[in-house]
């Protein structure tokens, strides 16, 4: 095959070999292209090992120094992903062909092809399986609902004191054990693979407002945050509102992680603030549940691409001190992003896309008379909530009243993805001001990929383009 390819394209095929090949096919069968090669096919992605580069192929130059910076940066050991090696691409493009740049943006999905077509490298180390969600799901998040607006209706909480929270660890060396390298590498060296030092951010938000705070997940910090950041956002509340008393309830909405649900945490809460409830997201429902992880925030790694960057400038520091520093720069953008005037209604809508069976986390859903009067059916129909309850308080409010009390209210992605285009695919925001896009080198246009994320469109980014079939005639 490789003879025959050869002796009819000789420019275009002057690089295949047997290894290559051997790739395409199914191991299984004979004479069959594997189901892999078949799909990369039909989608036109690049095949491992092709040597195509779609518009780099007419800058040579900047090809060969891509892939010679790439290739010394992995025999330092440093961990090569797309984020670090597209920071490198743009930044030898500004440096070679900055005009290169006013079409090509040098998308994370240009990069995986590249990766894999003139590099021929490939991820080293699996990554995990995707959580299942519980069978009961549904169930566990209509019974927390109903929870959530039981509490508020008869401890009078107003949405503001209802604050939900989600953390997420970032290394300060992000070292996950995974990296880029040559297809069939057996011994991957890789700078810091065991190093550990972490910070964890913690994100807090209500249907109304939102705020935020740091912090590591033990029972020390989590002391911390109630006593340093939750305890002052509510009294600001009850003080700009004079109908709300001093001991006013309030309610914190956090995950089953092994801190909230400890002991000690729940005596400290009960002894210290009596008027704190804590309400659990369902064991295995924070991805459709939990306002933070529905909402998409901005990419702190855009922040690592600076305008003006040269090729020469682009060094990497293991320096714990330089990178617990640089850490902050990022964090504080987003937050300014999320104290700023459009923010608000990102946070609204992302309590409101947590929804289940008709209902939602949204402020006018959780006080609404159809919530409430579905409250009574539900209490009366689902023993393990009302048996919570009764456990809890000694009675359960409500069962009793007259149903003619209530009235039933009218149904109510990457870094080089650009935030405008998360915001209206995630949240169906249409007037989005332009000052949101304010990082560098974003794509144009956008489309959804392989994993209902947000990928790059258009030829500049497809590594099949530009090529020149008579040059190989």
């Not at 943006?105 to 995707?130: H, M, Y």
């Not at 159809?370 to 023993?383: E, F």
Request: proline share 5%; hydrophobic share 40%.
């Amino acid at each position: 095959m490789i003879n025959a390819l050869q002796k009819q394209q000789p420019k275009l095929f002057s690089h295949l070999h047997k290894g290559t090949i051997s790739k395409w096919i199914d191991k299984t069968k004979q004479r069959q292209w594997s189901v892999v090669t078949l799909i990369n096919i039909q989608n036109g992605h690049t095949l491992a090992g092709s040597g195509q580069s779609g518009i780099l192929c007419h800058y040579p130059q900047v090809k060969e120094e891509i892939v010679e910076k790439l290739k010394s940066l992995r025999t330092s050991g440093v961990p090569i992903n797309v984020i670090v090696a597209r920071s490198i691409m743009l930044a030898v493009i500004q440096n070679r062909a900055p005009d290169l740049l006013a079409t090509f943006k040098c998308s994370e999905k240009f990069v995986q092809s590249f990766f894999d077509s003139i590099l021929n490298w490939s991820p080293r180390k699996g990554t995990r399986t995707a959580a299942k969600l519980p069978a009961n799901a549904d169930d566990k998040c209509t019974e927390a609902f109903f929870r959530l607006v039981y509490i508020m209706k008869w401890h009078s909480v107003p949405p503001k004191l209802v604050v939900g929270f989600d953390q997420i660890g970032s290394y300060i060396l992000p070292s996950s054990g995974t990296t880029f390298a040559e297809h069939g590498s057996r011994q991957v060296d890789i700078v810091a693979k065991d190093e550990k030092q972490a910070f964890t951010l913690l994100v807090a938000s209500t249907p109304d407002e939102q705020k935020k705070g740091s912090h590591f997940s033990m029972l020390k910090t989590m002391k911390e945050w109630v006593e340093h950041i939750f305890e002052p956002y509510r009294c600001q509340v009850i003080k700009s509102n004079p109908d709300l008393s001093n001991d006013q309830y309030a309610i914190i909405y956090l995950d089953c992680y092994p801190v909230h649900t400890s002991q000690e945490f729940h005596s400290y809460i009960i002894q210290d603030f009596p008027y704190i409830i804590l309400c659990f997201i369902p064991a295995g429902c924070t991805g459709i549940f939990q306002p933070a992880d529905t909402q998409y925030l901005v990419d702190l790694h855009q922040e690592a691409l600076k305008s003006g960057l040269t090729a020469d400038q682009v060094k990497f520091t293991t320096s714990l001190p330089v990178l617990r520093d640089a850490s902050v720069a990022g964090i504080l953008s987003v937050y300014e992003f999320m104290t700023g005037p459009f923010r608000r209604g990102l946070v609204q809508k992302s309590w409101a896309h947590c929804r289940v069976e008709g209902w939602d986390l949204s402020a006018e859903c959780l006080t609404s008379r159809r919530a409430q009067t579905a409250l009574i059916d539900y209490l009366r129909t689902h023993s393990t909530l009302h048996k919570e309850i009764e456990d809890q308080m000694g009675v359960v409010y409500g069962l009793n009243d007259s149903e003619s009390d209530y009235v039933t209210a009218d149904a109510d992605d990457d870094a080089d993805v650009p935030l405008s285009a998360v915001i209206r695919d995630a949240l169906g925001v249409a007037q989005i001001p332009a000052e949101v896009d304010s990082v560098p080198l974003c794509v144009g246009s956008t489309e959804k990929g392989p994993h209902i994320s947000l990928v790059a469109a258009g030829e500049y980014e497809d590594i099949w383009a530009f090529i020149n079939f008579d040059a190989y005639l």
